[in-house]
Nanobody
């Protein structure tokens, strides 16, 4: 059974940084595409960043240059380093893994105060 557990969310001031983690069991993340999505209150879930099994990365325009997705194969964990955070980054952040992203975590709340 695949389980994804996000952590690292919290409250931070605008301009600050957070690093989110997505720890996996039941799946080898280095062999699958992994993505981060987010959902703000009243909004649809939106794509943030992704990393392929080959290590290629892709970012939403809104986070490009500020967020970095990476993977630690030994820890079977994917990270999202978020710098220069803005209030509009406030959302619940989810990681998703596998072809077509069939597996999702429970989410971690990120709140950026102005």
């Amino acid at each position: 059974q695949v389980q994804l557990v996000e952590s690292g969310g919290g409250l931070v001031q605008a301009g600050g940084s957070l690093r989110l983690s997505c720890a996996a069991s039941g799946i080898i993340l280095s062999r699958k595409p992994v993505a981060w999505y987010r959902q703000a209150p009243g909004n649809q879930r939106e794509f943030v960043a992704a990393i392929t099994s080959g290590g290629n990365t892709n970012y939403a325009d809104s986070v490009k240059g500020r967020f970095t997705i990476s993977r630690d194969n030994a820890k079977n964990t994917v990270y999202l380093q978020m710098n220069s955070l803005k209030p509009e980054d406030t959302a619940v952040y989810y990681c998703a893994a596998g072809w077509g992203y069939p597996s999702w975590g429970q989410g971690t709340q990120v709140t950026v105060s102005s």
